[in-house]
């Protein structure tokens, strides 16, 4: 763990953030004594939940249909 005071922080802000990313903590000191941390953000994402959405999502019974010749064309550009 390595200790800055506020000057040295704001000299060397991009540094200090670099290091921390990388897992290192670091502890600002003013007037030698710490006044702040600074540590990584650790983001979880959640877990997934299989079928959280049944019976939420209806699907048309024409769904794979070919489309009609004019929408068809609008999305060719044509």
Same mark, same amino acid.
């Given at each position: 763990?390595?200790?800055?005071?506020?000057?040295?922080?704001? =000299?060397?802000?991009s $540094?200090?953030?670099?290091?921390?990313?990388? @897992?290192?903590?670091? *502890?600002?000191?003013?007037?030698?004594? &710490?006044?702040?941390k600074l540590?990584?953000?650790? =983001?979880?994402?959640? $877990?997934?939940?299989?079928?959280?959405?049944? @019976?939420?999502?209806? *699907?048309?019974?024409?769904?794979?249909? &070919?489309?009609p010749?004019?929408?068809?064309?609008?999305?060719?550009?044509?």
């Open positions: 763990m390595q200790t800055v005071n506020i000057h040295q922080a704001k =000299t060397n802000l $540094k200090l953030i670099d290091a921390v990313m990388h @897992g290192e903590e670091i *502890i600002i000191a003013k007037a030698g004594k &710490p006044a702040a540590v990584p953000i650790i =983001t979880t994402k959640p $877990k997934r939940k299989p079928g959280a959405l049944k @019976g939420k999502i209806k *699907i048309a019974k024409d769904f794979n249909a &070919p489309l010749d004019d929408l068809l064309d609008q999305f060719e550009g044509k």
